[in-house]
């Protein structure tokens, strides 16, 4: 089955910084990578996603690239405030309904 | 529009005990998933209903079985509970067709197993 790793586990920048999380997959098959945050307490929200017919999309301070050939995909924060701080789910899907998650980065903003 | 909701939000079971939570997707949702996340195995799929069958199914043991209606709801049950499953079980609905969609979750239903 799919498999997806994440990396880092842990990130920390100081506001204003840029955050790069990674994500890497295994089935060739899956065409739907979605990025979800969620804050402590609360439930997941999506925050963007990307089909495996395009290689970026972007949504004013968040953008998603993904390269089907090396089967990673990417996401990027710039600007960020203290208010993004908050776990960061990256997954796959083949189907659309069946979601296999990465582990997770706990991404830390410092004023 | 009102988001998926899940009941109850909290629940205290013991060993051998079972358990049914519940899941209401957003209105015209027909897709009902749930996942379990806990600190150590992190987000994992446990199944998907679709129009009232079982579409797809993770890697859980039989203990664990859903249902839904024909209004979409949805409904999770464990079986003789262990003290592993304790673990915050979140659905999430979306409309299920044409290929991949967005997925809305729930809160959640934080289950302790004692």
């Known amino acids: 089955g799919e498999n997806v790793e994440q990396h880092p586990s842990t990130l920390s920048v100081q506001e204003g910084d840029s955050a790069v999380i990674k994500c890497t997959y295994s089935?060739?098959?899956?065409?739907?990578f979605p990025w979800y945050k969620q804050e402590l307490g609360k439930r997941p929200q999506l925050i963007i996603d990307?089909?495996?017919?395009?290689g970026e999309k972007k949504d004013q301070r968040i953008a998603v690239t993904l390269n089907k050939t090396a089967k990673h995909f990417s996401l990027h924060i710039t600007e960020t405030q203290p208010e993004d701080s908050a776990v960061y789910f990256c997954?796959?899907?083949?189907?659309?309904?069946?979601?296999?998650f990465g582990e997770g980065t706990q991404l830390t903003v410092n004023p | 529009k009102a988001g998926v909701t899940q009941t109850p939000r909290y629940l205290i079971k013991t060993r051998g005990q079972q358990v049914t939570l519940s899941c209401s997707p957003i209105?015209?949702?027909?897709?009902v998933s749930w996942y379990q996340q806990t600190p150590g195995q992190g987000l994992q799929f446990l199944f998907e209903?679709?129009?009232?069958?079982?579409?797809n199914k993770g890697n859980f043991p039989g203990r664990f079985s859903g249902r839904q209606f024909s209004n979409s709801r949805s409904e999770m049950n464990v079986s003789t509970l262990e003290l592993g499953d304790s673990a915050l079980y979140l659905c999430?609905?979306?409309?299920?067709?044409?290929?991949?969609?967005?997925?809305?979750f729930g809160p959640g239903t934080r289950l302790t197993v004692l």
């Open positions: 999430a609905s979306s409309w299920g067709t044409s290929g991949v969609g967005e997925q809305f």
């Open positions: 089935d060739s098959a899956s065409n739907y």
């Open positions: 990307i089909r495996s017919n395009v």
């Open positions: 997954a796959a899907s083949t189907s659309g309904s069946r979601l296999t």
């Open positions: 209105s015209g949702h027909r897709s």
């Open positions: 209903y679709f129009s009232e069958t079982q579409r």
